[in-house]
Structure formats: C-alpha cells, structure tokens
C-alpha cells in the first residue's frame, strides 16, 4: 500500500516487465515468491513518467534482479515459528490427498470418472446424476487436532564465470514455506431504516487455516561485451492454503441459530519467463528490449459448504438445510477453475546528445501486452426432492453416507448442477502503449524529464458471441502526459515537482457478469460490465536533504483528482440474498502530506550499527456523487499512514535484526447502501498496530 491507497491503485514491475497479479481477483503482487538474497535493488516510484506503464495512482514497484554476481554465493535458510493465536488451540483440518504437502491436488478432489462435461451431465436421468453425487468422497466432517509448528526453508545461489570469452553468471534459488493461521470473524450485518438500526445476522467465524508455498526460479544472463548483455529470467510459485470455517450464530431475520461449515482448498500457480538485452548500437544510441510469457492459473476443486439451524431461544435438535431447491450455502459442492495467459513484449531506443553545454536524451519506445483469461465454475448441490427430517437430523459425515442417495425422485439425497450461464467467462484484453519522453538538462541546477504516452486498450468480456448478454467489447485510447522537474539547490539538497495522467483499469472479475455466493461474506459476489476506468490526475511537489550515504529526510504534498473511481458496493439483502456489487461515483480527491527519515545512529559509539528509518502521510479524501448525494471518504484510502523501524547489521558477520512498527487510520472496507434511505451503512476497517 502506497500513500494509504488500497491495491488497485498500484502496480508491479520485475526486470522492466509489467507484472499480472498473483491473485485471480485483484491486482496485486507477492513480492515474497523473490528471495531477497537474489534482488539487485527495489525502487518505488511515485511520480509517474511516459516510459512507464500508466496504469497506477499510487506507487509503481520496480524489482531489479541480480543479472551477474559480483561473486558466487550460496546460501541455505531454515525457519520455524509459531503463531499466539494457534499454540494451544484445537485445530481443524479438512480431508487432504497424499500431495497436499507440496501445494498440489493428485486428484483426490476431482469429479468421478463418471462426470465428463457440463452438456453431457445436464442430459442425465435424475438417478444417473445422483448416482454421479453418492460417488464423491463423504469428506464433510472436519479433522480435530494440534496445531504444528510452521516451518519454511529456502536455498539460492549464484556463480559467474566465462564461456567462449564471454562473461556468463547466474542465480538460483528453491522455497518451501508451510504455516498454520487462526482468523477469528466477527461476520455481523447491519441496517438502518431511517432512524432504527437493527441486526440481520451475527456469525462468529472460525476459520483454521494451513497454508503451503513452494517455489523456484533462476536466471542467466551474458555479457557479450562492455555494450551489450542479454538475460533470462523465470519463476514459478505455487501458493496453496487449504481452510476450515466452522460458523455460529444467529440469523435474526428467520429467527434461527445457525451452525454452518465451509471446507476449501485452494491451488493458485503463478509462472513466468521473460528475456530482455541491453545493446549500444552506436556511441548515442542504445537499445533496451523485453519479452515475458506469464500464466496465472487457479484451482479450487470440491469446495463444500453445509449448514444446520434451529428454532432461536430453544434446545431443539439442529436440522440439516437441505430442500428440495438447488442452494450454493448448504449442500453445495463447487468447482473453480481460472486460467490466465499473458504475453508482453517490447522494447525502447535512447538517444544521447549535448544541449546547452549538459547531457541530454530523447527516449522512445512501444509495448505490447496480451492477456487471455477464461474462468469456470461448476457448481452442485445435493438436496432432497422430498422432505427427510430423520436424515436431516444426522451429522455430517452420517448424512452423506452412500447410503442415503436414493433415485433423484424419492425422500432421499438427490444430486444435480446449478445452472447458469453466469458461472462462466472469457476475456480477451490487448494494450498497446507508446511513448516520447525528453530528458533535458538545462543547467546543473535545472532537470526535467516530460513526454507523452499513449496507451490503446482493447478489451472483450463474457463472450466473443455478440448476441450473447454477457458479451461486452470496448476501445479507448488514453493520452497520458507526464513532467517530473528536479532543481538541484546544492549538492545535497533538490527539490521536484511532477504532474501526470495515469489510469486505473477494471479487473477482469469486476467486469464479469459472473455472480457466486462467498461464504465468508455471507453474499453473492456480482460484476459490473457497464464499469468504467478510472483517469486519475497526479501532482507532487517534494523537498529532499540527503545529508550523507545511506540517509535521507523528505518532507512533499500531493493531490489527486480520480474521475469515475471504482469501489465496491454492498447491497443488503436477508438470509445470504445480499449482493456484493461495483460502480463508479462521479469523482473522487485526495490530497495529503508526508514525510520521511532515514538516520544512521552512528554518531554515538554504541549505536553505530543502528539505523533509524521512519515515514508517515497524512491523506484528505472525498468521494462526490450528485446523483447518489454521496459526500464521503474513498474507500480503501486510509487518512493517515504511520512506519517506524529500527535496522540493527553487522556486515562482516551478517548478523542483522529489524524492529518495524505500523498503523493504518480507518478506512472504508465496503461501501453501503444507503441511497433510498435504508440497506447497510459504509463498513469500516478500525486502525491497528
């Protein structure tokens, strides 16, 4: 998070290259798949310039990794740990196959054989479905046990050297991480009509969690001479937390105790392989050129939800809700498969001439990135075509026993799909983005670096079918001008000024017409496809003192005006009838000050291997939207940001310790829906330390 903005306003770079997300539902990056021990240097921009791509607001991450070793090194990491919130705590585990360890599925959760594909099962006889249904795992009980201890290893290295004269070098590093979380929800909802405010459920979420990662990457590159090098780069990472929710509470609107279960396994693969090269083809005139093959693909096989209630205010037996209606929240059984492609490609050509007696550079340069995603979900549900209250009086794993499956016509377990057309999409997006950019040195006070990028953004949603309702096309070229103006006061201070347009684009899932009920929300999840992007105009002025190496104070103000932001809306609705939804207020400022310090300890003898680093920034938004008569702060900006670390290293020992301490001010998680007067209020995310 960068100046308090919430994911969607940041992006990723690796090597130069535009980074997807490693999560199917929002854009953001797990820098932790990079060990650090591999990471040439980190830069965090926040002033955009046209060589940039110009989809983000808040902060673009450049991660460098090393190309040659300077030296070769190998290194070998082994942790454990605990958490306080899991040691000494009953925890539950659900059904797992033989592989789990090492993040994947080997098909313990896949459909039966029987099953071959959404068409050919819809044509079944009722009894051939619940014949299918009666052959799936009887896995809707969770495991109760101790908590492990986590763990984690990690192992890189680097080497360089020679090969046929040239120089060659190397990194390469393997990462196994494996740790055990409790989360506990409080998942409460509620409304106001006029001036009554009442309660429509209260749930206390439990929810264990195991999670496993695993990953390698390695890279090669090659100098072929003092002008010109060429690299490839590749990581793959498997991040996979397999969860138990097991809920409580009451729903008030059927004046129900509700005990309710979700089992869920999760197995997210982020892949990539990119090639760049640097080349001097003349004295002022070099060549830099990138290519990158990215996969995201997700998998959530067999995701299980069950749920029991009760009269309210009564010791009767808990009853199975099971109807003779198909239903996502109980008796449920989903299948999510997502499939990212991405292809980029692209490059620029720098040249170097002399101006008003200084150094001067006119860069050009064009990008190319193609994404290919296709989403899938099969969603079945066992129900009871007639009313069993004895079966509905059985626990979990009793009343899925093979056993109670009957024909699909009579007062026993029968199994079918859910249909709908919205449980399915495809996306086809392409951007094309050039640019110019100056870099002119006007005296040896004076820098300014300006220039135009212009990005084209093809994109198709729901379906290449132009008949079809969820299918949705559209083409739009942005112009986004930038200026970044550096004065060097002295040799020790500067001061800039910036000015851009960026732009902030829907994700995928947003604009979907795809609507699946999330347990843990207690909600349906809806796309919008009448989104619209968001332009966001950037201006920032800073003042910066670097006294010595290594330290640092800059104090800046900034201002932000967002025209047709996206946020998430929740609209109320009773008994998991509500609906998760997006839209785009008019518009939306932010403006805001910060600071940061970053101060070696060294002027006392004891304390000179210590560094004192702290930033904060205070932030003042406001979302405006006539029509909705909206006069708010934006959601996900937090009012006020607050880091402080201490640094404690020892260099020639590798000896290093980091003492971090942050907060956050309250920010709008979900926006409400209080436009006709009742529904839900604005959802706060409270500050913690």
């Known amino acids: 998070l960068i100046r308090g903005l919430a994911h969607r306003y940041n992006q990723a770079m690796l090597n130069w290259i535009l980074l997807t997300s490693t999560e199917p539902d929002r854009k953001t990056f797990s820098f932790d798949l990079i060990p650090s021990a591999m990471i040439d240097n980190i830069i965090i921009n926040k002033a955009f310039v046209p060589e940039y791509p110009g989809e983000w607001a808040g902060g673009l991450i450049q991660v460098n990794t090393k190309d040659i070793p300077s030296k070769n090194f190998f290194n070998v990491q082994v942790g454990s740990g605990f958490n306080t919130q899991t040691v000494g705590r009953t925890f539950y585990k659900d059904a797992k196959s033989s592989t789990d360890w090492l993040g994947f599925d080997n098909g313990t959760r896949a459909l039966p054989k029987g099953y071959t594909r959404k068409s050919a099962f819809d044509t079944l006889s009722a009894a051939d479905k619940t014949a299918i249904g009666k052959q799936m795992r009887n896995a809707w009980a969770p495991t109760a046990s101790s908590v492990p201890v986590n763990y984690s290893f990690q192992l890189n290295g680097g080497f360089s050297g020679k090969l046929f004269g040239k120089t060659i070098g190397g990194t390469f590093g393997i990462n196994y991480n494996r740790n055990n979380r409790f989360v506990d929800l409080v998942n409460r909802s509620n409304a106001l009509a006029g001036n009554v405010f009442t309660v429509n459920y209260d749930y206390a979420d439990d929810r264990y969690i195991q999670e496993v990662t695993v990953g390698a990457l390695g890279s090669l590159s090659m100098q072929l001479n003092s002008l010109n090098k060429i690299s490839v780069k590749s990581i793959i990472n498997v991040n996979s937390p397999s969860s138990v929710t097991r809920r409580s509470g009451i729903e008030y609107t059927r004046n129900e105790d509700i005990s309710a279960t979700e089992l869920a396994f999760k197995q997210n693969t982020f892949f990539t392989v990119q090639a760049n090269g640097d080349h001097s083809l003349a004295k002022s005139l070099k060549l830099k050129w990138y290519g990158a093959f ?153 820098r300014v670096v300006y220039g135009l990028r212009v990005e084209n953004f093809d994109q198709l949603v729901g379906s290449v079918k132009t008949w079809d309702p969820r299918h949705t096309h559209s083409q739009v070229t942005d112009f986004l001008p930038g200026l970044n103006a550096t004065y060097k006061v002295n040799n020790k201070v500067n001061l800039r000024l910036s000015g851009s347009q960026t732009v902030i684009r829907p994700e995928l899932r947003e604009l979907s017409f795809l609507n699946i009920y999330d347990f843990e929300l207690n909600a349906s999840v809806q796309g919008n496809p009448l989104l619209k992007r968001t332009k966001v105009t950037n201006l920032d002025l800073r003042y910066e003192w670097y006294p010595k190496a290594g330290e640092v104070l800059t104090a800046g103000v900034f201002y932000k005006k967002f025209k047709d932001p996206i946020e998430q809306l929740f609209n109320e609705g009773s008994g998991g009838a509500s609906t998760f939804s997006y839209q785009n207020p008019q518009e939306a400022t932010a403006y805001g000050a910060e600071v940061e310090l970053r101060k070696k300890l060294d002027f006392v003898q004891a304390l000179k291997n210590f560094t004192f680093q702290a930033n904060a920034s205070y932030i003042k938004s406001k979302v405006k939207d006539q029509g909705f008569s909206i006069d708010r702060p934006m959601q996900g900006q937090s009012p006020y940001v607050v880091n402080v670390g201490l640094l404690y290293d020892i260099e020639k020992t590798g000896l290093n310790a980091t003492l971090l301490f942050n907060r956050i001010g309250e920010r709008i998680y979900l926006v409400g829906d209080l436009t006709s007067g009742a529904g839900s209020p604005d959802i706060y995310e409270a500050p913690r330390n």
């Open 294 to 446: 990215n996969i995201l693909d997700g998998y959530i096989p067999d995701q299980r939800r069950i749920a029991y209630a009760r009269q309210s205010g009564t010791q009767d037996p808990f009853r199975l809700l099971l109807s003779n209606t198909l239903s996502q929240s109980s008796g449920s059984r989903i299948y999510q498969s997502l499939s990212d492609y991405i292809y980029t490609a692209g490059g620029d050509l720098t040249y170097n001439f002399n101006l008003f007696g200084q150094k001067q550079s006119l860069k050009g340069g064009y990008m190319l990135q193609i994404k290919d995603r296709l989403y899938d979900a099969q969603l079945f549900a066992n129900y009871l075509p007639s009313d069993n209250a004895a079966l509905r009086l059985l626990s979990p794993d009793q009343v899925f026993a093979p056993a109670n499956f009957g024909t699909g016509t009579d007062n026993m377990i029968a199994f079918d799909a859910i249909k709908g057309k919205t449980f399915r999409y495809l996306a086809n997006t392409i951007l094309n983005g050039g640019f110019i950019q100056m870099d002119n040195q006007f005296s040896r006070a004076l």
